[in-house]
């Protein structure tokens, strides 16, 4: 079954510092990833997304994320996080033949210290 | 540009009870339509998409029902509440004319059920 998984459920990093965030995704077919980010009590916000093509992508906000098809990955990255970045990040994936549907992974919650 | 709205943005009801969550889409037509369910410490879970109006798809079983009676309306209901559906709920759109679209998110409810 397609899944998505984001093992870090927590990270905390100083304001300042680089960030990675990681997502791991099982399909056997290309995939369309996404991610989110939630501030607390707030709806989700697109960051970034992956169809094709250059698979290193740009979102908003500062932040990029690569899509690695021999890891399974597409982890999120920033190099500078900002205090404002605090909140929680979904990773997502859709299936190519039915992209309607967008399994999420559990979430990762950012904590940014000054 | 397009818009979405939720509402209540907080709801606190008593089990047994009814339930009415609204959400409407502004500045597009023949969207999808999608509510999620996200509980505590979890990711998102896909309750109902709806690709036109009175067109449903349910993923999981549950104590709710969708409805779409206008094309940028879509209801989420329920005829006795229970306690396991406290959760904090979001409707999102997509856009339905092109492939591969995202989804964005309105800003959810808050559901707390005593």
């Known amino acids: 079954a397609q899944s998505v998984t984001q093992p870090d459920i927590h990270i905390t990093v100083s304001e300042g510092a680089s960030l990675e965030l990681r997502c791991n995704y099982s399909?056997?077919?290309?995939?369309?990833l996404f991610w989110y980010v939630q501030s607390p009590g707030q709806g989700l916000q697109l960051l970034l997304k992956y169809f094709s093509g250059d698979t290193l992508v740009q979102g908003i906000k500062g932040f990029e994320a690569e899509f690695k098809r021999s890891q399974s990955s597409f982890n999120l990255r920033k190099p500078s996080v900002h205090w404002s970045d605090a909140a929680e990040y979904f990773c997502a994936v859709a299936l190519s033949y039915n992209t309607d549907k967008l399994i999420f992974g559990t979430g990762t919650r950012l904590q940014v210290f000054p | 540009s397009q818009t979405i709205h939720q509402w209540p943005a907080t709801l606190v009801q008593p089990v047994g009870s009814p339930l009415s969550l609204e959400c409407t889409v502004e500045g597009t037509s023949n969207p999808n339509l999608y509510w999620y369910r996200q509980a505590a410490g979890r990711g998102l879970q896909l309750l109902f998409y709806s690709v036109g109006i009175g067109q449903i798809s349910s993923e999981v079983p549950q104590n709710l029902s969708a409805s779409r009676p206008q094309d940028r309306q879509f209801i989420l209901s329920s005829k006795k509440l229970l306690l396991s559906d406290s959760g904090f709920y979001l409707c999102a759109w997509s856009q339905n004319d092109r492939d591969n679209q995202p989804q964005h998110f309105g800003d959810g409810t808050r559901l707390s059920i005593l």
């Open positions: 399909y056997g077919a290309t995939p369309y």
